[in-house]
């Protein structure tokens, strides 16, 4: 504690493992990473024709701070935006001049063109990139990227022109959007750092449903194109490992693990199982000290399947036996396998678990409320919301990878959940000047940040 503190009787309940810094990181902290979604904001052009009453960066930024607050719903935070304690802190902490009622929100919200929001995924991870932040998250050389997708709306009687639809055999029709989400990841990391992600909609001109595939297609040229330089390897499922996909990335200059089964891949286990029988392969086992046997079998320059002749893959067999039990997993990439990196190829291709476990999980079952209907709209209003949801998680995983304050005030509670309604309850009882006053004010107890209680 600093002598103001001291001579303040103030008694910390529970130390950091490490001192604090002298003031909040100016690239990984809540203020840089909102300071920059507000700037890529004020560059989205406004839908709306005439002056408004509320402008366009302040409800993108207020739908920001729906999710940032983990608030169940829309209304919950309509009935508190108009007390002077919540509009002094929307605007200290978020930037916002006036935020918009929940009906105006939507109505809004819903006329952006969710590739506008892009920008501040892009622009933050730039950052991160050019300030040496994700060299933590490099691995085998590359970024890995694991893809895949999730439900986000599923309604039998309301929808808009982007919705998917599904023909059920009583006659009855639903509707749906998915959302196909890429984040960065890395074996040893919990923390992922997520990317823009790709709306599985209904698209313009097309009469058949879009579907996973082709939100890939478009989600990994963008991908790109944003970041023409990074080195990039997706980690993918089996549902991937096909020659059209593969021939893509190669395009893109995109590396890949993808995990790979019998079902649906025959020719090529038939094509291994062969080289297996003529020892064209290599192989060895090893007992770890966690008592767990791991066995390693690859070969180089295996045909992915009839259909592509000319598209040779590189294949990882893995199998581990602990408590009497096997378990089998298989991979193709375009790493040349050697004894001294299959354990790490594996260790890679295993990561693809955490986009499910560590995003989709969290997003749907920790206070992100992923699968609430916040809103449907007529055109663009689930997507946005999950776009604004998904750029919120961003701006938390930065931070427990790399703000100590965060990581300080996290270290007092044993969930994440724990964490939220201490800042949503601090948010609505107290005027709170800066986002340092808010990390002190849990680290320290409420008075330790200096934060002013409602009186009124």
């Known amino acids: ?31 840089a990473l909102l300071n920059q979604a507000r700037r890529a904001f004020e560059n989205i052009p406004d839908p ?20 940032s607050l983990k608030y169940p719903s829309l209304l919950k935070f309509d009935e508190h935006r108009n007390e002077a304690r919540i509009r002094a802190n929307l605007k200290s902490l978020y930037g916002v001049e006036k935020a918009p009622c929940d009906t105006q929100m939507r109505s809004v919200l819903d006329r952006v063109d969710p590739i506008e929001i892009r920008a501040p995924f892009i622009q933050i991870n730039q950052r991160l990139y050019d300030q040496g932040i994700l060299e933590g998250f490099r691995y085998l050389g590359s970024f890995l990227i694991s893809v895949d997708g999730t439900g986000k709306f599923s309604s039998s009687n309301i929808h808009c022109p982007q919705c998917c639809t599904r023909q059920h055999r009583n006659g009855e029709i639903s509707y749906y959007h998915q959302l196909l989400g890429a984040v960065i990841v890395h074996p040893d990391q919990k923390q992922v750092i997520p990317l823009f992600p790709e709306a599985i909609t209904h698209q313009d001109g097309e009469t058949k449903n879009d579907c996973e595939a082709n939100a890939s297609k478009r989600l990994l040229k963008a991908l790109r194109e944003a970041c023409p330089n990074w080195p990039l390897r997706v980690v993918e499922d089996s549902l991937s490992a096909n020659g059209p996909h593969i021939k893509l990335l190669k395009e893109l200059n995109i590396g890949y693990i993808i995990s790979v089964k019998p079902e649906g891949h025959d020719a090529l286990f038939a ?69 001294k990196n ?16 560590q995003v989709f ?23 946005v919301f999950a776009m604004l949801m998904m750029l919120a ?22 969930s994440r959940t724990s964490l939220w309604i201490k800042i949503k309850g601090l948010f609505t009882e107290f005027f709170i000047g800066t986002w340092e006053s808010l990390w002190c004010a849990i680290i320290y107890g409420h008075y330790g940040g200096f934060l002013q209680p409602n009186t009124s």
């Open 1 to 31: 504690l600093d002598l103001k503190r001291i001579q303040c009787g103030l008694i910390m309940k529970k130390l950091p493992f490490h001192p604090l810094p002298n003031s909040l990181n100016q690239t990984v902290s809540a203020p």
């Open 48 to 67: 709306r024709r005439y002056g408004q009453q509320f402008s366009l960066p302040d409800v993108l930024m207020s739908g920001l701070a729906v999710f």
């Open 271 to 339: 094509e291994v199982k062969n080289r297996i029988f003529k020892g064209k392969c290599e192989e060895f086992e090893v007992l770890g000290d966690d008592k767990i046997l791991r066995g390693y079998r690859w070969i180089n320059g295996v045909h992915l399947n009839k259909s592509h002749p000319d598209l040779l893959v590189n294949f990882l067999d893995y199998w581990e036996i602990r408590n009497g039990k096997e378990f089998n997993f298989s991979w193709v990439t375009d790493i040349k396998l050697r004894a």
């Open 342 to 357: 299959v354990h790490l190829v594996m260790k890679g291709g295993r990561s693809r678990w955490h986009i499910e476990n």
């Open 361 to 383: 999980n969290t997003l749907k079952n920790q206070d992100y409320e992923f699968e609430h209907n916040y809103g449907h709209g007529e055109q663009h209003l689930a997507t």
């Open 393 to 414: 998680f961003l701006i938390d995983q930065v931070q427990e990878y790399g703000c100590a304050f965060f990581q300080a005030a996290r270290q007092r509670f044993h």
